[in-house]
């Protein structure tokens, strides 16, 4: 579970790309659609933006600009799982592990 920091909603994820978002500090819950089936396993915040990042299985990365309410895939180039993710602090760069490492370069303005 994470929540936005700026909106303040809760965002629970787990199996088949499932993501609830409660904005009453869980009182209630509302699915979203995550254009995933695979696991989400991992939240973080985006460097920067603070933006919520999600990344999980089949090579999922997915971006919440507004708190939670909807989801964008970002390309990883690969289907494999991921576990885990870090924002390497100092340059915004995402490393994301699992079945393999990937590091995703942000690309400056």
């Not at 396993?41 to 920067?48: F, I, V």
């Not at 289907?79 to 870090?86: C, G, I, K, N």
């Amino acid at each position: 579970m994470l929540r936005d920091l700026k909106s303040r909603a809760l965002v629970c994820y787990g199996a088949h790309g499932t993501i609830l978002r409660s904005a009453d500090d869980g009182l209630t819950w509302r699915a979203v659609p995550s254009g995933t089936d695979g696991v989400l396993r991992k939240a973080l915040y985006e460097p920067g933006s603070g933006y919520l990042l999600l990344v999980g299985g089949q090579g999922a990365l997915r971006r919440s600009a507004d708190g939670g309410k909807s989801w964008q895939a970002l390309p990883t180039h690969s289907a494999r799982h991921f576990t885990s993710a870090l924002a390497v602090p100092g340059t915004g760069d995402l490393v994301l592990v699992g079945e393999r490492i990937v590091r995703l370069v942000r690309r400056s303005h």
